[in-house]
């Protein structure tokens, strides 16, 4: 374990506990609702009263909203500091002293092993948010579902209340599944991402389909399914080897 290290993820907090438990001694950690609800001088306040305390530092944004956080205010509070960058977007630009990991969700797997085990189903009802986090996700799931398109149907039940969610997933035809993207955010700005994708499989009338490891065995009839630690190795791996004096922009971007 090394120390000098400052996260900013964009929600997950079993991504918190990996990178600090088991790679980095005292990281100062700031996650997703911070970085959209906190005010900036106030977060900003805290980050400049804590970085001094680490003899050497990097700055690692995992996913977009700290990513871009850590765009727009790279010159106040981390000027010169090496970022190391976890992203799911497969067009993302490489920013100037960083490396990191360039990780895109496939979406079409889960499809091509939900056609076959279900051949009578010709809609699918994709679940996503209001966040931009979650239109990012829906953005990307849509471009690689389009090749589907001339054999299925597919109804993007976006950003709606969960009271809304609710009816429109427990009346659902007896030809279609349910595909959850993810829901970090309702349209009412109702922030209980954990509650609301947790209830899915239990509230549709239809199998529910997943593609993250955390849909195994809570309720998914299956999926092809994301595992977050081989990521997060590599992230670590980049961010130890810049705080061991490695340039960022000399490391590979995975």
Same mark, same amino acid.
């Given at each position: 374990?090394?120390? %000098? ?12 506990w +990996?990178?600090c438990?088991?790679? #980095?001694?005292?990281p100062? &950690?700031?996650?997703?609702p #911070?970085?959209?609800?906190?005010p900036? $001088? ?5 980050l400049?009263?804590r970085?001094?305390?680490?003899r050497r530092?990097? &700055? $690692?944004?995992?996913?977009d909203?700290?990513?871009? /956080?850590?765009t *727009?205010?790279r010159?106040?509070? /981390?000027?010169g500091?090496?970022?190391v ?20 969700i496939n979406?079409? *797997?889960t ?5 076959p ?7 699918i ?7 931009? *986090?979650d239109r990012?996700y829906?953005?990307?799931a849509r471009?690689? =579902?389009?090749? #589907? ?5 597919f109804k993007?039940l976006s950003g =709606?209340? !969960?009271p809304?969610l609710? %009816?429109? =997933? ?5 030809t279609s599944v349910? /595909?959850?993207l993810l829901v970090a955010?309702s349209?009412?700005?109702?922030f209980?991402?954990?509650?609301i994708?947790?209830?899915i ?9 997943? +593609?993250h ?15 977050l630690?081989?990521g !997060?190795?590599?992230?670590a791996?980049?961010?130890v080897?810049?705080?061991? %004096?490695e340039?960022?922009?000399s490391?590979?971007?995975?």
């Amino acid at each position: 374990r090394v120390e %000098g290290s400052c996260f900013l993820t964009a929600v997950y907090e079993n991504w918190r506990w +990996w990178l600090c438990e088991s790679h #980095f001694q005292e990281p100062i &950690v700031v996650s997703g609702p #911070f970085l959209s609800g906190l005010p900036l $001088s106030d977060l900003s306040g805290s980050l400049r009263r804590r970085i001094p305390e680490l003899r050497r530092h990097v &700055v $690692s944004g995992v996913e977009d909203a700290a990513i871009g /956080f850590v765009t *727009r205010n790279r010159e106040s509070l /981390f000027a010169g500091t090496p970022i190391v960058f976890f992203t799911r977007d497969a067009a993302a630009a490489r920013l100037p002293n960083s490396t990191g990991v360039i990780e895109p969700i496939n979406f079409a *797997r889960t499809i091509d092993l939900a056609i076959p085990l279900q051949p009578e189903v010709t809609e699918i009802d994709v679940v996503s948010g209001a966040s931009a *986090r979650d239109r990012a996700y829906e953005s990307a799931a849509r471009a690689q =579902l389009q090749p #589907f398109a001339s054999r299925l149907t597919f109804k993007y039940l976006s950003g =709606l209340p !969960l009271p809304e969610l609710e %009816g429109r =997933l427990g009346s659902l035809p007896p030809t279609s599944v349910v /595909f959850p993207l993810l829901v970090a955010q309702s349209v009412d700005g109702n922030f209980r991402p954990r509650e609301i994708n947790s209830r899915i499989p239990e509230i549709a009338n239809r199998p529910v389909y997943g +593609w993250h490891e955390d849909h195994l065995g809570d309720g998914f009839v299956g999926g092809s399914l994301l595992q977050l630690t081989p990521g !997060l190795t590599l992230l670590a791996e980049r961010a130890v080897r810049v705080l061991g %004096g490695e340039a960022a922009d000399s490391i590979d971007v995975a």
